[in-house]
């Protein structure tokens, strides 16, 4: 796909046993606020994709805290203004939905290019602090997501 951007992607939702949610907040976009999201390059496996994804957004080693496949997708349109990074006549994108539990709250390494801060929020609130509709409905079902882990 010579330079653009597939459309498919992911979208990792990382979370603590207590169900507080990490949200970053987008550098280009004060205000919009969001899990770890990215594109699969080239025919990467999309659970390489989120474990990529959270390395470099993070600098949580996905080795130490496994990501977990939710087995979501959702397909949604492409803002217009970030259109021009996927190939002509590309309007959707297809986002898989994975989780990464960790024990507790920690510092992270953001990637000052893409995110400009960082929170930990009880999920109710982190759901509703999203931008992206996508997102604020996955966190939304994490605590049955943990009820059924255990």
Request: hydrophobic residues 40%.
């Amino acid at each position: 796909m010579s330079g653009f951007k597939q459309p498919v992607s992911v979208l990792v939702v990382i979370y603590t046993t207590a169900l507080d949610v990490l949200l970053l907040e987008r550098s280009a976009h004060p205000g919009f606020w969001q899990s770890v999201t990215g594109s699969r390059e080239a025919d990467e496996v999309l659970i390489d994709t989120a474990r990529r994804e959270v390395g470099e957004e993070t600098g949580i080693d996905t080795v130490a805290y496994p990501v977990d496949d939710w087995q979501i997708t959702n397909t949604f349109e492409i803002f217009a203004e970030w259109r021009h990074r996927y190939g002509p006549g590309v309007t959707e994108n297809t986002e898989h939905v994975f989780g990464l539990q960790l024990p507790h709250r920690i510092s992270i390494t953001t990637a000052p290019d893409e995110h400009r801060d960082w929170t930990w929020m009880p999920w109710q609130a982190a759901a509703e602090r999203c931008f992206s509709w996508s997102n604020r409905d996955a966190i939304l079902l994490l605590p049955e997501h943990v009820k059924r882990e255990i």
